[in-house]
């Protein structure tokens, strides 16, 4: 069963930092991997997808690496913000058969950014 | 933009009881997923439809969960009867047929309370 895991469980910087938060996985037969940030109380909001294929993917101070083979991702959050304060999870979505394809997450990082 | 939308964002009911949610997910999404986050936990997938047809149900709590989608559109959650262990917020996503690479887009979530 595949099992995913999110180091550090909570995160606390100030405002101007560059920051990595890390996810693990524990079976490498994904098809991807996906950051969500979620807001307290609120759903789930895609920042990136990253192809099985793929090694990175970008979007504006969002960085997201995907080492499929040691079954490790990170998000880099450069030039962070009091607004970026939120809880990101990471998932992935397993190889299997019959059009099964719910994502697997992690706990979470509680992450605030202090002004 | 369109959006996943759910009903009520909040319930509180007694053990015992009878609750549903509601799901409207994007127009023209063929997949439709329940997830149920409890607190500081990550979601965890309950059940996946594709239009009317389950396509996975395995973590579904069968003795007191169930869950349609009769016309391939909306879908709806049922609990009976509520025990306290189900307070958590339920999640629906949904995505197109076309393309397993998309993501799933969430809703807002129905948070759920169980006295």
């Known amino acids: 069963k595949q099992e995913v895991t999110q180091i550090p469980a909570a995160l606390s910087v100030p405002e101007g930092e560059n920051l990595v938060l890390n996810c693990s996985f524990t079976?490498?037969?994904?098809?991807?991997l996906q950051w969500f940030r979620q807001d307290p109380g609120k759903g789930l909001t895609s920042l990136l997808l990253i192809q099985s294929s793929q090694r990175e993917q970008t979007s504006g101070r969002l960085n997201a690496s995907l080492d499929k083979s040691s079954g490790r991702s990170t998000l880099y959050i450069a030039a962070s913000q009091p607004g970026d304060s939120a809880t990101y999870l990471c998932?992935?979505?397993?190889?299997?058969?019959?059009?099964?394809?719910?994502?697997?997450f992690g706990k979470g990082t509680h992450l605030i950014i202090q002004p | 933009e369109a959006e996943v939308a759910q009903s009520p964002r909040y319930k509180i009911t007694e053990k015992s009881q009878a609750v549903a949610f509601w799901c409207d997910p994007i127009?023209?999404?063929?997949?439709l997923y329940w997830y149920r986050q409890i607190l500081g936990q990550g979601p965890e997938l309950l059940v996946q439809f594709q239009d009317e047809s389950v396509v996975d149900d395995s973590q579904l709590p069968k003795d007191r969960f169930s869950a349609e989608r009769l016309k391939g559109v909306d879908s709806t959650l049922k609990i009976q009867p509520a025990e306290l262990g189900d307070s958590a917020m339920y999640l629906c996503?949904?995505?197109?047929?076309?393309?397993?690479?998309?993501?799933?887009?969430f809703g807002p979530g129905t948070r759920l309370l169980v006295l």
């Open positions: 998932a992935v979505k397993a190889l299997s058969g019959g059009g099964a394809d719910g994502l697997t």
């Open positions: 079976d490498s037969a994904i098809y991807n």
């Open positions: 996503a949904s995505r197109q047929r076309i393309s397993a690479q998309e993501t799933q887009y």
């Open positions: 127009s023209g999404h063929a997949t």
